[in-house]
């Protein structure tokens, strides 16, 4: 199953340049980024075509990091179908520490989630 990574970073111009040029310094391919920043303090949430690859160069480059395996769910494509998702998986206890937006098909997009607890979010995620 990929991976998602969750890279967190100072909140300054060059920290995605820094980490694109390192990424593809090693061929490793990104799949889906996305990311922000507030304050001092930023983050990037990508998944890649080679996770191996991807987690070397965080380790290398004294990226502070976590992955977790990217678990996907179509939500309903209209207000509240995000925060229906995110309920439950609050009230069952899951953290979400990260969601990348996969695309849109008919009513329904697509995410992909890193949570603490896979196990239960799973049933939770794929009931979508």
Known sequence: MAKQFVIQ????PGEMAR?????????????????GGLGETGHFIMTTADDDGARAVLVDGGWVFVEGESLLAAVEDRPGGMARIA????????????????????DRATFAFVVDDP???RPILERR
Request: hydrophobic share 45%.
């Open 9 to 12: 970073v100072d909140n300054r």
């Open 87 to 106: 309920r439950e998986l609050s009230d069952a206890g899951v953290n979400v520490m990260g969601h990348l937006f996969i695309g849109r098909w008919s």
């Open 119 to 121: 196990d239960k979010a």
């Open 19 to 35: 980490l694109a040029e390192q990424l593809a310094a090693r061929n490793v391919d990104l799949r889906a980024i996305g990311g």
